[in-house]
């Protein structure tokens, strides 16, 4: 694991340099590269669906009961507690530093013309339950096809007839061969993920932060506290972990999370470090992992919250302090919702500042920035699945 994680990094570190050095040729390459990274994430993505829905059948499934529910608990005051945190930092930075204002409105998207609007949260929570879970596994957003694993995982332990167990064996053996799977494509990883790398430096490059390089920024500084400060003190204060060793275990994961920007394609990694990495007990850091790589995203909410606010500034939409506490609610719940895929933040912003009155288009003055962040916020995202696996599940003490 050691081993494939260096070369991991290897190839983050070759794309990215190689194709910095060419500069503008780089894209000349680009009939190779985009091919290459593309297929690697189909070929990671693929497997994700029905190895997250197995892990998450049979945790619920066989979870102890007692635990299950206080896990599920444990999970969701984590996730909102953390996920808090994160909006409270990004939106506190944002504010105080402005990033929007002083730019020339006649250059934005829209003419900077702002219309009111509305949006229906109402719909949004009737959505998280699927009516046809057929349907719900082709969507990009995971949330409705994960709370239907959850249901069958839940009916599934009280079924006490032989072939509900034969169903049981039969669920661990599709997360086994998954996860075989997933262990062969990630043989691929260095090349696909130096692909990757290439194509993100080769498309953004650094001019593309210059424009809006004071929103990157705030949002990079946002996303480091939560990783560098509040996730090591929430370590030390609710586990026994040791915050270096913890991210010294995680490493291939965030680097995954890094180089791929989607939380679903970084699942099989996450559940890799979580059992031989931090000794996670295997049920709880299945439930936790599959749900929180859909659920909690700490670093997707942080993201959303500051672009909400960066755009509206932009804009001149001044927003009062309860509108301001709504964004923050709005991003918290946004971070819950976000697919886990590379951009998924992008069509969020735009339907949340639709209902400030800012054109939806607004979300294009992001996209040269995007990519860079996606990375970064993604791996706050998955750093934050691990940190609230470890503290949940504690530390097996076997083996
Ligand atoms: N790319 C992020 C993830 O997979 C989601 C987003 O913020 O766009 O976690």
Known sequence: MERLALRILAGLALGAIGAAALGPTAME????????????????????????????????AELRPGTLLGTGWRLLALTLGLTSIAVAIGITLVQLVRPGEGIDRSTLPADGKVTPATTDAVQAVIDIFPANPFLAATDRNMVPILVFAVLAGLALRRTETPAARRLQEGVQGVFDVCAAGVGMVMTLAPLGVGALAWMAVAKGGLEALLP???????????????????????????????PLAFFRAVR????MAFATASSAATLPTTLRVADEGLRVPRETGRFILTVGASANQNGTALY??????FICQLYGVDLTLPQQALVAGVSVLAGVGTAGV??????????????FGVPAEAVAVLVGVDRLLDMCRTTVNVAGDLVIARIVGGERDEE
């Open 29 to 60: 390459l680009r009939w190779l590269m985009e091919p290459v990274g593309a297929i690697f994430m189909r070929l990671l993505l693929c497997l994700v669906l029905p190895l997250a829905i197995s892990a998450l059948v049979l945790a619920v």
């Open 304 to 309: 959303e919250g500051v672009a909400i606010l």
């Open 342 to 355: 590379p951009a998924a933040s992008i069509p969020v912003i735009a339907a949340v500042v639709g209902s």
């Open 212 to 242: 809006v390089g004071r929103f990157a920024l705030v949002a990079g500084v946002a996303l480091g506290l939560q990783a560098l400060v509040v996730y090591p003190v929430a370590l030390r204060l609710l586990s026994n972990a040791k």
């Open 252 to 255: 291939p994961a965030l680097a």
